[in-house]
């Protein structure tokens, strides 16, 4: 077989090797340039091709920020090829090369190149469907600050271009497609994508960064379904037990030791604006992700990586999201107590004032 693809990119040694096909390093036999190329071996020529499709949703997306250039896609002998511009590390690479931490402010760095990627693409009525770490790779030489995104193998379209009506809401029996560390609830509930997927992958993303991991991140069963099925239960039962921090650590942690999150993302930030406001006075950086239907009460609550201290042992125990609104109520609820108290005292003070005399 020959190893050049396109007339003149010869295929060098493999880079990784991924769930759609196996990407390589390559150059281009006269000019030098390097470059990155995705191969998949090609059944037949009707039979849906992962690759092919991929590198059409490129093209519709080449020259947006972040967004890497296809040089050259077509079949070649039995295999379907794509060679496209060469990229540096993945963020999941560089999680490791970091001993699996990122600070706060790379944090908050790279969520808003993420967020507008994720724009993008969405603008473009599109849905990624795979968001991950892996998924996004830093650029090279003077754009080596640019986060890429890559591996559109899964992406759909969610709505018509021209008339801007959503795909049917439709819901599958089995989970959806993507990687199940990072999927959203629906996702594992298999109901159809849409934009709001992405940005619950992203905030689980921001969150692994943050702590160095998520809680399901370990849970494995003897079967891939079966993993996702015990991971969307871990998710699940994150969510439900989240809501109200008075409920969790009592009144006395909650209002003697001030709980405060070091990062707060708001997958829905328009009915959370009194949490955010509150944010605000308290100094906790914030990050509103805008998505239209996202379950409103979702506020991801991130822990530092290698935090050993009680709290955030409190916190790992299931803390991932406090309510907006339930927020608002449990200051209320706070601040009666703390009301309630004062009088009891002041009444006690009195009391032992009068008995005195
Ligand atoms: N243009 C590129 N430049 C540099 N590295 C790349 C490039 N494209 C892909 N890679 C590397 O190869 C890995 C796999 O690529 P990609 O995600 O496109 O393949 P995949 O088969 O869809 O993988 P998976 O199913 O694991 O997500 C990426 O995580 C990244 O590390
Ligand atoms: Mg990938």
């Known amino acids: ?128 469907r795979d968001i991950k770490p892996a998924n996004f790779v830093m ?39 993507g990687t199940s560390l990072f999927a959203s609830l629906n996702t594992h509930l298999g109901i159809e994508c849409s934009p709001r997927d992405d940005l619950e992958s992203l905030s689980y993303m921001l969150i692994y960064f943050l702590r160095g991991t998520l809680p399901w991140r370990k849970l494995k069963a003897p079967t891939v379904a079966a993993t996702w099925e015990i991971i969307r239960d871990a998710k699940l039962a994150a969510q439900g037990t989240l809501t109200n921090k008075l409920q969790f650590f009592g009144p006395d942690v909650a209002e003697e030791e001030r709980v405060v999150p070091d990062l707060m993302v708001f997958l829905n930030p328009i009915p959370n604006m009194h949490a955010i406001r509150e944010c605000a006075i308290e100094h906790v950086p914030t990050i509103g992700v805008v998505d239209s239907n996202v379950d409103p009460r979702i506020v991801m609550y991130p822990i530092p990586a290698n935090d050993e201290s009680t709290r955030t042992a409190e916190l790992i125990a299931g803390v991932l999201s406090i309510a907006g609104r339930e927020g608002i109520a449990l200051k209320a609820e706070v601040a009666a107590a703390r009301e309630r108290r004062m009088r009891t005292q002041d009444r006690a003070r009195r009391r032992a004032a009068y008995s005195k005399s």
């Open 139 to 177: 650029g090279t030489s003077r754009a080596a600050h640019l986060v890429n995104v890559i591996d559109f193998g899964l992406a759909k379209k969610y709505r018509d271009a021209r008339t801007g009506v959503h795909i049917p809401y439709h819901q599958d029996t089995r989970h959806g497609v």
């Open 1 to 128: 077989m020959d190893f050049t693809f396109g007339g003149k990119y010869r295929l060098e040694e493999k880079l990784a090797i991924g769930g759609c096909g196996t990407v390589f390093y390559g150059v281009h036999t006269v000019a030098g340039k390097e470059v990155a190329i995705k191969v998949e071996p090609a059944i037949t020529k009707d039979v849906y091709s992962p690759l092919r499709q991929e590198s059409k949703i490129y093209r519709s997306l080449m020259g947006g920020p972040g967004v890497p250039w296809i040089i050259w896609s077509g079949r070649q002998g039995d295999y379907n090829v794509m060679v496209i511009d060469l990229l540096g590390p993945s963020l999941e690479d560089l999680f490791k090369m970091c001993n699996r931490h990122f600070s706060l402010k790379t944090v908050l760095l790279l969520a808003d190149q993420l967020i507008s990627r994720l724009e993008f693409i969405h603008t473009h009525d599109l849905v990624h």
